[in-house]
């Protein structure tokens, strides 16, 4: 991103411009300035890394009023821009099922708007479902706004950048949902459909803006939206939070199981501030905490039903976002009709925790 953001910066400056980053995330941050370019930062976007200042400012102005009496909103430095260029990732949406899912139009709405958009975005979705509220909102934004047009970032199976669309701002509308089947067509994905337990090490606002992806778990879990239909995972367990996180636990309530210290590193008025605008309550509910990964796992075990040891269909994930790294029962290297050779028990330590993933399958034999 800060290479493409860069790029984007040295071609507004070789044509007299004066840039500004404008940080466009929500609720993210708490909702607040300074929390949005933290998390920026986090991310690695400074003026140093970028080459501009990045706006730090936050003044909400009212612009216009769709659906009969719901407010549009935009900063005051959106509206006061002489140009506005919109950057974003072209994915699926954790919160719905569309032609159009998370990419510009929606980075438009939650993003000029900041917390305050989101929040009314998210209400009025729930009266005529996200798709329709964030297209309604966004044709305010591109009929109010000066926006020039907008970079689609495309992603790779292993999130690394793939290419770049430089997209003309009338032609957003009817080329942003080709662009979202071509980003499902290199989505990280579980390779299975039914499971008995997933277990992850960490969720995070780094790794999904629900914490964890919903389109990988297949939980939704969205009173107002049509839910998955795969993969149907029976029980969740959720280890951790990132630490990139910042204490932000929306997505935990995704979960079936957790433990104490993912429960110790959330910030309640975060995940609540985040939960609440997402009008998601549901994803900021804490689910039953153990002290321990083993005693979370032995829960799960005891919650699927009848299974036995050779059957069980477990898997053992990072996170949603990095899915290179697998771990899987028996019963599942079966499916791909693979020797059990590299079977392995649950590595426990004396506390009886495991190790996150990644280091336990690098770690020299």
Request: charged share 25%.
């Amino acid at each position: 991103m800060n290479a493409v953001l860069g790029a984007c910066i040295a071609a507004v400056r070789e044509r007299g411009g004066n840039p500004l980053v404008y940080p466009a995330m929500g609720s993210h941050g708490s909702g607040t300035a300074h929390g949005q370019v933290n998390v920026l930062r986090h991310l690695g976007m400074t003026e140093s890394t970028i080459g501009a200042p990045v706006y730090s400012g936050l003044e909400m102005v009212e612009i216009d009023c769709v659906h009969g009496s719901v407010p549009v909103y935009a900063d005051r430095a959106a509206v006061e821009a002489d140009h506005v260029l919109i950057v974003n990732r072209i994915k699926e949406h954790t919160e719905y099922i569309g032609e159009t899912e998370s990419g510009i139009l929606k980075m438009a709405v939650v993003g000029f708007g900041r917390q305050l958009g989101a929040e009314t975005m998210h209400q009025l979705a729930v009266n005529i479902t996200y798709h329709k509220a964030i297209h309604l909102i966004a044709a305010s934004l591109f009929k109010n706004l000066k926006i020039l047009g907008g970079i689609a970032l495309l992603e790779d199976h292993f999130n690394r950048l793939r290419r770049v669309e430089a997209i003309r701002t009338g032609e957003i509308f009817s080329r942003e949902p080709q662009l979202l089947e071509e980003s499902k067509l290199y989505k990280p994905t579980l390779p299975f459909e039914e499971l008995d337990i997933l277990v992850i090490d960490e969720i995070g606002k780094d790794i999904s803006g629900a914490g964890m992806d919903t389109k990988v778990v297949g939980r939704i879990m969205n009173v107002y939206e049509k839910e998955c239909e795969a993969p149907r995972i029976t029980r969740i367990v959720v280890r951790d939070l990132s630490d990139a996180s910042d204490g932000n636990a929306t997505g935990i309530g995704l979960a079936d199981y957790t433990t104490a210290r993912a429960v110790e590193k959330t910030d309640f008025y975060a995940t609540m501030t985040n939960c609440v605008t997402a009008v998601a309550p549901e994803k900021g509910r804490m689910p039953l905490a153990f002290k321990t990964d083993r005693e979370a796992l032995d829960a799960a075990f005891k919650t699927i039903g009848v299974w036995t040891p050779d059957r069980v269909r477990v898997v053992w994930i990072p996170d949603t976002k990095n899915l290179e790294w697998l771990a899987v029962s028996a019963a599942l290297l079966e499916s791909f009709k693979q020797e059990k050779t590299d079977l392995f028990d649950l590595p426990y330590d004396a506390e009886g925790n495991l190790p996150k993933l990644k280091d336990f399958l690098q770690k020299p034999p």
